[in-house]
């Protein structure tokens, strides 16, 4: 391997800058020629590829977003799409692809890799941490925290109104956001997909609360929730808080932005490091990621499959305290 494309794609996630620093700076550590992918698959398509120098990827680190830019491609999906993708890498002697990005960026990178032999190792860029192979992914530490941060603002004024917010975090159909939000929180209740809550229940919890005189009541609601996102839950709980004046906060791409946390920024950069040397090793068609600590090469087909959720251990201990 000489020559490595780096693209980010799907949605944005803070920390996606680092993963591509490392990624860069570790190709320089080998002596290899590393390109920008510039938009995703879409830039891959329209030749939007540049070669990288030292300068290009200098105080990127602690920036949110991607430098690279990010798209979604529809012309990606189509043979035709990829077939010219394919030439444009060849037009630049690229031999090897570095994709950050969600579940579906990777599954992009796999039928990539099927058709024309383009070796290439995925990296976990996503806030909603729904990949296998990896105890987090990059950008999720962030989202937690921007989450927790807006919600303890959210707090102050609940508690000086003595209302009852209910306030929605991101996720898609993951509750791994949430769950973290409502722990860190110290919510009145979490609502995450992979466990339904009849809302009698949530009824029942937010009355009992009520009687303990609890300041605040925060209710934290997953945005892919099997019983509906925040305003729908919030407008079929206010018959029966007739007493509660009741407020619905969605949160929102707020949580996509910011400068990485140290976490994040680790994790990227031992990703960006791991996805250079797992390419020179011959590691391909496979997910970088961190299990206990350790770098793990995860085949992207078993990576992508949805079979990661929210610690049954996690959802226990947010509802002992929440009770
Ligand atoms: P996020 O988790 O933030 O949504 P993602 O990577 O899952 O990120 P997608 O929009 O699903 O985001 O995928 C990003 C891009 O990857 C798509 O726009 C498309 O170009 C490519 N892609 C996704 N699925 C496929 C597929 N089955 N075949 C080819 N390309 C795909």
Redesign the pocket.
């Known amino acids: 391997i000489k020559k490595i494309g780096v693209l980010t794609?799907?949605?944005d996630?803070p920390g996606m800058n680092a993963a591509i620093r490392a990624t860069v700076r570790a190709g320089f550590y080998y002596n290899l020629e590393m390109y920008g992918i510039y938009r995703?698959?879409?830039g891959m398509i329209n030749d939007e590829i540049k070669k990288l120098e030292s300068k290009n990827i200098a105080h990127v680190l602690e920036r949110g977003g991607t430098f690279l830019k990010s798209?979604?491609?529809?012309?990606?999906?189509t043979q035709e799409g990829?077939q010219k993708a394919y030439n444009n890498l060849k037009k630049h002697g690229i031999d090897a692809l570095v994709v950050i990005?969600?579940?579906?960026?990777?599954?992009?990178a796999h039928?990539f890799f099927q058709e024309f032999g383009i070796p290439a190792i995925g990296l976990p860029g996503?806030?909603?941490n729904?990949l296998s192979g990896t105890d987090s992914t990059i950008g999720f530490d962030t989202a937690c925290n921007t989450a927790i941060q807006a919600i303890d603002k959210i707090r102050d004024t609940a508690t000086s109104h003595d209302r009852l917010f209910f306030v929605e975090v991101m996720g898609?159909d993951a509750g791994f956001i949430a769950i973290n939000a409502g722990i860190g929180s110290a919510a009145a209740a979490t609502l995450i997909p992979e466990k339904k809550m009849p809302i009698e229940r949530l009824v029942e919890r937010l009355k009992a609360r009520t009687k303990a005189l609890k300041q605040s009541n925060i209710v934290i609601v997953a945005e892919g929730g099997k019983s509906g996102g925040a305003a729908e839950i919030a407008s079929k709980i206010k018959k029966q808080l007739p007493y509660y004046d009741i407020k619905v906060t969605i949160l929102g791409h707020l949580q996509r932005g910011g400068s990485p946390t140290s976490f994040d920024r680790v994790l990227a950069s031992k990703l960006g490091v791991a996805a250079v040397e797992g390419l020179m090793q011959g590691k391909y068609d496979v997910m970088a990621g961190v299990i206990n600590n350790k770098i793990v090469f995860t085949p992207i087909t078993k990576a992508i499959v949805d079979d990661k959720e929210v610690d049954e251990d996690d959802f226990r201990i947010a509802k002992i305290l929440s009770t």
């Not at 798209?71 to 999906?77: I, L, Q, T, V, Y």
């Not at 990005?101 to 992009?108: F, Q």
């Open positions: 794609s799907g949605g996630a995703g698959y879409e798209a979604r491609s529809a012309e990606f999906r990829r990005g969600g579940d579906g960026s990777l599954t992009g039928l996503t806030i909603d729904d898609r």
